[in-house]
């Protein structure tokens, strides 16, 4: 079993920066594949950023979000840089076991373990 609990979320300006957190619970958190996914009002859930063995963004974040994960903190982050309106939602992060399997990393029922989210609000 595996808690996650986001936070950094807030208010910021177009052009602006945040860095999400996300704390992981339990002693194998380096085996572990995390995922960040947003969502937005009247939206679907959407993939963001994937860290297992490999590195993947969606496109529309790639350039200016990173994703990075500290095995020692059990916390993984996203750095999120040249925030738009449009990168407001509700920012969730998600595990799932086995970090070298890469396959449906963008598919967010692949994940069965999920934190409660924190919110990001871009303003224009």
């Known amino acids: 079993q595996v808690q996650l609990v986001e936070s950094g979320g807030g208010l910021v300006q177009a052009g602006g920066s945040l860095r999400l957190s996300c704390a992981a619970s339990?002693?194998?958190?380096?085996?572990?594949?995390m995922g960040w996914f947003r969502q937005a009002p009247g939206k679907e859930r959407e993939f963001v950023s994937w860290?297992?063995?490999?590195?993947y963004y969606a496109d529309s974040v790639k350039g200016r979000f990173t994703i990075s994960r500290d095995n020692a903190k059990n916390t993984v982050y996203l750095q999120m840089n040249s925030l738009k309106p449009e990168d407001t939602a509700v920012y969730y992060c998600?595990?799932?076991?086995?970090?070298?399997?890469?396959?449906?990393?963008?598919?967010?029922?692949?994940?069965?373990?999920w934190g409660q989210g924190t919110q990001v609000t871009v303003s224009s």
């Open positions: 860290s297992g063995a490999s590195i």
């Open positions: 998600a595990a799932r076991y086995n970090l070298n399997y890469a396959g449906n990393y963008a598919l967010a029922s692949t994940y069965p373990y």
């Open positions: 339990g002693r194998t958190f380096s085996m572990y594949g």
